[in-house]
Nanobody, 125 residues
Framework: QVQLVESGGGLVQAGGSLRLSCAAS????????MGWFRQAPGREREFVGY????????YYEDSVKGRFTISRDNAKNTVYLQMNSLKPEDTAVYLC??????????????????WGQGTQVTVSS
């Protein structure tokens, strides 16, 4: 069983930056692929990106490529989402998720069995 807790959200002006953290506890963390998703009011949950268990590979949704960076520190059981050049359309609740499934579509939320409660990011214009 894995418990995930996000932090680092807040209000930022367009063009600004935020770094979100996702702290994991409860089970060995190193084998999990970690994803970030976001959900805006009235919209479906959207894939943002994910990172492999080793941290050697990352994948991003097109809308955040070049602006967002995912990293992880397995010694600290923590995954990070660095968000730069933020836009108002990035406003959403950001959630981290974990999966131990292999050979899966990691862009789909149903692949992930463990979720945090989310942290609000609001970007003002």
């Amino acid at each position: 069983q894995v418990q995930l807790v996000e932090s680092g959200g807040g209000l930022v002006q367009a063009g600004g930056s935020l770094r979100l953290s996702c702290a994991a506890s409860g089970s060995p963390f190193g084998g999990a692929r970690m994803g970030w998703f976001r959900q805006a009011p009235g919209r479906e949950r959207e894939f943002v990106g994910y990172i492999t268990w080793s941290g050697g590979s990352t994948y991003y949704e097109d809308s955040v490529k070049g602006r967002f960076t995912i990293s992880r520190d397995n010694a600290k059981n923590t995954v990070y989402l660095q968000m730069n050049s933020l836009k108002p359309e990035d406003t959403a609740v950001y959630l981290c998720a974990a999966t131990f499934r292999a050979y899966s579509n990691y862009r789909m939320s149903r692949t992930y069995g463990y979720w945090g409660q989310g942290t609000q990011v609001t970007v003002s214009s």
